[in-house]
């Protein structure tokens, strides 16, 4: 357990945040395959070329995260020239600056090689040129250079319908991030959740998908919803609908607009939870006193019951990466706490001892890490800890946060804030240290939110 | 003086808000029904809320019941048992200090007492449903004990 008071961040933690910051020459890291762009899933299509520089592209050089969070790296982005390059830049301006992880200096060159007398002057590490032409059809051309070396890291060029300009953006946005970090990027994705209006008592709840920044806010169902879960391999969603007198679990399908429900619970399913793989959901089942957690085939229907604790409840699992554990939120030792126990269902044991209660439990998708909420002394702290359950650190408080969701490469959590009487329900992000929280606007409030795998 | 007009008139659309927004939110006192000359219909939701109580409370965390809470669900067993045709639906309600997931549980827990208590004393199952709101249906809002208590509840309305 960590005491928390207006640091968020352990004494150990910052001890080695401290030790990453010594100065050190960039790490040369091996070549990163190139053209690492899917584009299916746009409206549209997206062709992808390598961009040829007088000789093959440098090697990337590299930070790692960790250091990064202490020492951002310092980035010069040009506008891409016109309306939409100049949008382009902003978004991308956006994503990266909104990690914390880079500083956004401003570019002059937009093409050919760039002077790097002056970037190296306001310290600028990379720089980013690239041009937007045409219209309906817009070819952008993009090359991320290592100022020090003087060499082109990468050279990409996307023709695509300008429609998907916010997308393009973003996927420049992932190859800088995996270029400069050497770990894939989060920002061609979107966050699923609850969007709240009306009455505190009685709230209009519908579910909602957004990108990441906050754009492209669309509301996909008219009646009530609850606890929605995006898959981690597909456009997929499943969520809980009130729509009926009975609660039921919807699996939609986005990019389709095919949903299927998926019923027979000898009992009132609660919240669904997908298995690493996208094929089997995890779900709570209320009956009697408590409710027992079962796995249930998506596409066969076919239901494992894997909790048996006579009347206890249990809820929020969620699976380790590799698929052999699940931790989840039970109350079999009186009060909520985390547990984690076989995929099967056998060998639970207690995971959470410190102060209050627990709940939300939720594995990284790399694995390290458990998020959670933990309820104590009438307030709410989000936090993570070891699978084993140590190393428990809070990253932020209030009132109420909860409902944390792991962005894809696990170094970011999307969690839903708010104020006593049901006020200011909003969705925020969270890096994993506790560092750069930050709001994402949506039209109405927010809870519950889920966050995509990247898009395909 | 115009800005105390405004207050006051605020307060008064506030309270007019909250009683019309759904027979479950604020404490039923049975006002609404005094304004019914003969009073509410017998059998009815109204007569429900004013005459006999329609909702019982529960502890932190807990889903006992209470003597109080019995008490209550004894009248109700009996109007029940009084009106054959009505059926109810009883909503189980948390405060706002658990997850949102764990109170959608905890609020069905407290539903299916409530609904096994009065099928203990009589009532038909087939003339009760139950359903969970976990912590998004808040009767009192703000915080403090004498808020989450007020939230934390099986209500029995008329369907």
Sequence with gaps: ?456 | MRLKLLGALGVAALLAGCANDHPNTGIATGEGAAVQPSGPVPGSEADLVANVGDRVFFALNQSGLTSDAKATLDKQSDWLAKYPQVSVQIAGNCDDRGTEEYNLALGQRRANAARDYLAAKGTTSSRMTTISYGKDRPTATGEGEDVWAQNRNAITSVQ
């Design chain 1, 1 to 456: 357990m960590v005491s928390t008071h207006e640091h968020y961040i352990g004494d150990r933690e910052a001890e080695a945040l401290a030790e990453a910051y010594v100065p050190r020459r960039l790490n040369r890291r091996a070549l990163l395959e190139g053209g690492v762009v899917a584009g299916a899933g746009l409206a549209g299509s997206l062709s992808v070329a390598p961009l040829a520089a007088r000789a093959a592209d440098a090697p990337a050089a590299e930070i790692t995260v960790d250091q990064a969070r202490t020492a951002p790296i310092p980035i010069a982005i040009p506008s891409f020239g016109g309306s939409v390059g100049q949008n382009i830049t902003q978004v991308l301006t956006n994503d990266l600056s909104g990690t914390g992880l880079f500083k956004v200096l401003p570019g002059s060159s937009m093409s050919g090689t760039p002077d790097f007398a002056p970037y190296k002057a306001m310290g600028a590490h990379a720089a980013v040129t690239g041009t937007a032409s045409g219209s309906g059809t817009i070819r952008l051309e993009f090359r991320l250079w290592d100022v020090l070396a003087g060499k082109q890291i990468q050279g990409t060029a996307y023709t695509t319908s300008e429609a998907n300009w916010r997308r393009i953006a973003h996927i420049i946005g992932d190859v800088i991030y995996q270029r400069m970090l050497g770990e894939k990027g989060y920002f061609d994705t979107r966050i699923g959740f609850i969007s709240r209006s009306g009455s505190v008592h009685q709230p209009r709840m519908r579910l909602a998908v957004m990108d990441q920044d906050g754009a492209n806010c669309r509301i996909l169902s008219s009646s009530q919803t609850k606890l929605p879960a995006f898959s981690p391999v597909r456009d997929q969603i499943a969520f809980l609908s009130y729509n009926s007198t009975v609660p039921r679990i919807y699996v939609f399908d986005l990019a389709t607009g095919r949903q299927h429900i998926i019923s027979d619970f000898n009992g009132v399913p609660l919240g669904p939870h997908y298995s690493p793989d996208g094929n089997t959901l995890l779900v709570p089942v209320a009956r009697g006193s408590g409710s027992e957690l079962y796995s249930v085939n998506i596409a066969s229907g076919a239901k494992r019951q894997l909790t048996s604790s006579g009347g206890a409840i249990n809820v929020s699992p969620s699976f380790s990466p590799d698929g052999s554990q699940i931790v989840f939120n039970s109350d079999r030792g009186g009060a909520p706490e985390l547990y984690i126990m076989s995929a099967g269902g056998g060998n639970a044991r207690r995971l959470s001892y410190g102060s209050g209660h627990y709940g939300d439990s939720v594995w990284s998708p790399r694995g390290d890490l458990i998020g959670f909420t933990r309820i104590s002394g009438g307030a709410f702290s989000l936090g993570v800890m070891n699978p084993d359950g140590t190393g428990e650190r809070i990253m932020t408080q209030g009132y109420t946060v909860e409902s944390p969701s792991f962005c894809p490469n696990g170094r970011v959590l999307a969690f839903c804030r708010s104020a006593s009487g049901g006020a200011a329900y909003g969705i925020r992000t969270i890096d994993i240290t506790g560092f750069h929280e930050r709001g994402i606007p949506t039209p109405e409030g927010g809870s519950s939110p889920t966050w995509s795998p990247l898009n395909v």
